[in-house]
């Protein structure tokens, strides 16, 4: 286990395009993302939200405009984008919270931690922004990172910048604060010893599942209402059964309505 802890850096959303992205978080959060930038490295391209406490929502998409190869054999795009079943997600789901980012502040080497423990640690890429540059955990197949079979998104990539100052310094203040991060995975146990290994234990809960790995984020918004991104299997099979309760209720409630006499019923009062 690591004697430091790792913060919060940002939570991940992606999408089929930029544009759906940002539509999306505009929609749930009332709030416009500020622009981001493209990843040459990945072919990527991002748009931002700041929120509250030095950590940031990046919505991010497959780049159009980038060419689609960098060098003879491009490496495949991070967060699983070229993964045909990602696609098919976004897809027929449109854009989605699906991964997130722990922080590893310096003094501490991102590089020298993963050459200590390769087996733990996915390699560290070379990223840049604009003028932001640092140092971010993909496996080289762009898959999600894993520990023991178990990732799928829910156990975070690493990240470390490169500037003293964190990106969401220069983001517009938005009042929008996480309030809690659950990630259900059905191995569960797995992700929790990785997460404790990394000292990111206390900034996720987790919890089994029976169904598809997920990430859900509970938010509180400036106007005191609160807004949930994603559910666990077993909280969309509980959305759909109080939907056919009350579709249930509905349908009885109807039944059991008097029925207006027929016109045609002859009138047998004194």
């Known amino acids: 286990m690591t004697e430091h802890r790792l913060k919060l850096d940002h939570l991940v959303i992606a999408a089929r395009t930029l544009d759906e992205g940002a539509r999306f978080v505009a929609l749930k959060f009332g709030v416009e993302t500020a622009p981001g930038g493209a990843h040459p490295l990945m072919r990527t391209h991002n748009r931002l939200l700041n ?9 991010i998409a497959i780049d159009p405009l980038a060419e689609s190869l960098t060098a003879e054999s491009p490496r495949p795009r991070l967060f699983a984008l070229d993964d045909p079943e990602m696609q098919r997600r976004l897809e027929e789901h449109g854009p989605q919270l699906v991964h997130w980012a722990a922080r590893v502040d310096r003094p501490k080497s991102l590089v020298r931690w993963r050459e200590q423990y390769p087996e733990r640690i996915a390699p560290v890429a070379a990223m840049s922004r604009g003028g932001n540059t640092w140092g971010l955990t993909v496996p080289d197949d762009g898959a999600f990172p894993a520990w023991q079979g178990a990732g799928d998104g829910v156990l975070p990539s690493l990240i470390q910048w490169d500037t003293p100052r964190h990106p969401s310094g220069a983001l517009p203040e938005t009042g929008i604060a996480l309030r809690a991060l659950t990630g259900f995975h059905p191995d569960a146990a797995a992700v929790a010893e990785q997460l404790e290994w990394l000292g990111a234990a206390h900034l996720m809960r987790v ?14 918004l400036p106007d005191g209402s ?30 059991e309505e008097p029925q207006p006499a027929s016109p045609d019923t002859p009138d047998t009062s004194e």
């Open 207 to 220: 919890e089994p599942t029976a169904g598809a790995p997920a990430l859900v984020a509970q938010f509180d």
């Open 226 to 255: 609160a807004l949930t991104l994603g559910e666990s299997a077993e909280q969309a099979q509980a959305r759909e059964e109080e939907a056919q309760q009350a579709a249930r209720r509905r349908r009885v409630k109807k039944t």
């Open 51 to 59: 929120l509250w406490g030095g950590a940031y929502l990046e919505v």
